[in-house]
């Protein structure tokens, strides 16, 4: 039995946990309303199970059920930011995109659809994946919405602009170097945070610096600690309109196991909290978080970083939309 909790202002809130245990019932994203059980919602969180663009470890299609599934242990206030974000703004959960496992070209033309369509009304949209392939039809539509170029801050473990893998032109190692080429991004504001590992060659992070990407690498993060790597972001940034991506690989594999390309040597949970806290004000467009292969989890610790990420982002999304209002 589902019961519906009204918020102060009259939003329709999470379900209320001292009344229905957290483990019941079905498991949408934080335990908030389907969006067909609101009028209309101003955060939509979209599920995009697909993993077809992957290079190694499969599995990603399984990643939304499983952040849905690790995020009922979450709250309704967000101590960190001081902000309310289910309270503040509606907020709702859209289910998950019925994405072609077997058609690459016609999944991106499906996720870009789906996408202009949720955001058809002003909704702010939260996806979780997915493979990173998805983020390539989601800037599309970001920057279609923004009617311009969108910043781009990524996390991620690895540059995901090379070129081609086995010839193919759309996999989760290419989406930005597409969306460079799309003219998707402004060049003046891309940044990966995270970045580690080896590489093919010095050739990648050549043409990586002429498409325009800075680098703030993991162990600059570690050197330079997360205020200082804030303040340059920002300052990249500006008040641009901004999509962030955010491959839960980008976090040690000791916080999430659970990914398809793990690499050592990277940032823990705390600093990604961190970082994305000092993002506030920002006029974020969109976000994702993808990569989470439930199979290689373990004890749930990525589903519960994963989940958590996309709480600080909505609450960065619900705070700037409450202070718009
Ligand atoms: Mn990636």
């Not at 989601?138 to 602009?161: K, S």
């Not at 930005?176 to 060049?187: K, M, N, P, S």
């Not at 010095?202 to 043409?207: A, E, I, N, R, V």
């Not at 949970?269 to 993002?279: A, H, N, V, Y």
């Amino acid at each position: 039995m589902e019961e519906i909790r009204v918020e102060e202002g009259g939003n329709v809130g999470p379900i209320d946990s001292s009344q229905i245990p957290r483990y019941a019932g079905a498991a949408t994203y934080a335990r908030l309303p389907r969006l067909d059980q609101v009028e209309s919602a101003d955060i939509k969180i979209v599920g995009v199970p697909f993993d077809t663009g992957v290079s190694y470890r499969p599995g990603a299609r399984f990643g939304a059920t499983h952040v849905r599934e690790a995020s009922r242990l979450l709250r309704p206030y967000n101590p960190a930011m001081d902000v309310s974000p289910f309270a503040n703004v509606q907020v709702a959960d859209a289910g998950d995109m019925a994405v072609n496992p077997f058609n690459i070209d016609e999944a991106i033309a499906t996720i870009q659809r789906n996408a202009l369509e949720l955001t058809a009304d002003g909704a702010s949209l939260m996806t979780i994946g997915g493979d990173h392939t998805i983020a390539l039809p989601l800037l599309r539509a970001a920057a279609e919405r923004a009617g311009q170029p969108v910043a781009l801050l990524h996390f991620d473990a690895h540059l995901d602009t090379w070129d081609t893998y086995f010839g193919a032109d759309y996999t989760h190692g290419t989406p930005f170097r597409r969306a460079v080429e799309e003219g998707i991004l402004d060049t003046e504001a891309i940044s990966h945070v995270g970045t580690r590992g080896p590489l093919y060659g010095k050739k990648d992070l050549d043409d990586d610096e002429r498409m325009g990407f800075g680098i703030i690498t993991s162990a600059d993060i570690f050197r330079r600690g997360v205020d200082d790597v804030v303040a340059t972001l920002r300052e990249r940034v500006g008040d641009r309109p901004l999509y962030i991506s955010v491959d839960i690989d980008v976090l040690d594999p000791a916080h999430a196991p659970g990914t398809g390309t793990p690499e050592a040597g990277g940032m823990t949970s705390r600093e990604m909290l961190e970082i994305l806290r000092g993002l506030r004000g920002l006029d974020i467009v969109g976000a994702d978080v993808v990569e989470v292969a439930p199979a290689y989890d373990h004890a749930e610790l990525t589903g519960v970083a994963a989940s958590h990420v996309c709480y600080d982002l909505i609450t960065l999304m619900s705070d700037l939309r409450a202070n718009r209002a």
